[in-house]
């Protein structure tokens, strides 16, 4: 059973940059397909990007496309997100999620339903 774990989250000013982590736990890890996802103060929870088991091939959300990226080291049981270039409505809270599901050409991987594990939550907030 792999757990997951997202830290990382902050204060950041407009334009500047943060790197979430999400460490999981479990010796099934690297057969897991990963993703970020986020949900601001009144709104529903929204993908943000995604990653194959292997780390070659990923999905991102159309506003966060060339400032954000996503990364994987099995070695070390962790997702990354970089994100640059923030913006204050990329605040919010993030949260990373794990599926055993396998990953497809049809970006299921973009979509709540596909993940079955996911953590507690990082803070984001984007001063302007």
């Known amino acids: 059973q792999v757990q997951v774990a997202e830290s990382g989250g902050g204060l950041v000013q407009a334009g500047g940059s943060l790197r979430l982590t999400c460490a999981a736990s479990g010796r099934t890890f690297s057969t897991y397909s990963m993703g970020w996802f986020r949900q601001a103060p009144g709104k529903e929870r929204e993908f943000v990007a995604a990653i194959n088991w292997s780390g070659g091939s990923t999905y991102y959300a159309d506003s966060v496309k060339g400032r954000f990226t996503i990364s994987r080291n099995g070695a070390a049981n962790t997702v990354y997100l970089q994100m640059n270039s923030l913006k204050p409505e990329d605040a919010a809270v993030y949260y990373c999620?794990?599926?055993?599901?396998?990953?497809?050409?049809?970006?299921?991987?973009?979509?709540?339903?596909?993940?079955?594990?996911w953590g507690q939550g990082t803070q984001v907030t984007v001063s302007s």
């Open positions: 999620a794990a599926s055993s599901s396998r990953w497809s050409a049809g970006n299921a991987a973009t979509r709540a339903p596909y993940y079955n594990l």
